[in-house]
């Protein structure tokens, strides 16, 4: 099955499931579905950073701060964090990310509920290469340059993600 073929829920905008259909139609119909981000750090507090693949639906070839996707039909929020983590970092037993909001993002792309978490990685990555094309830890001053700059051009909702993420956190990140 091809990822355009994955069937997920549509919600309304109150998040409230309305129905199902693929995700290529899903997209190709800007309907409102959900999606998990997950602001991967390691020991040293550097965050994982990533280029995603031209293969992707959505944004390929652009940079992401968080891995993280959409949500299969009967998925939780909770179980697709610690899924999406795993796959796309490319490892087994992290802790259950910690869920920090929920906004529903609307841009480029499209509209989609959107539940950011964090976790902690001590673990090794061997990022999943049919997501991940390069990576890197950055520090959350090396990674805030990076948007600043922008030289890399970003996915759109990981930018609205961050941007959210700084203003929940306030003046630490």
Known sequence: MSAADEVLDVVDRDDRVIGRAP????YARGLIHRCVFV????ARGRVFVHRRTASKLVFPSYYDMFVG???GAGEDYAGAALREAE???GVRGLESPAPLFKFLY???GGAWWSSVYEVRCD??????VSEVDWHAWLTPGELERRVADA???WVPDGLEAYRRL???RGPRQ
């Open 23 to 26: 995700r290529g139609e899903v």
């Open 39 to 42: 602001r991967a750090t390691d």
């Open 69 to 71: 996707g959409v949500l």
């Open 87 to 89: 796959e796309e970092l």
């Open 106 to 108: 609307e841009g480029p």
């Open 123 to 128: 673990l090794p990555v061997s990022p999943q």
């Open 151 to 153: 030289r890399w051009p």
């Open 166 to 168: 700084r203003e929940f």
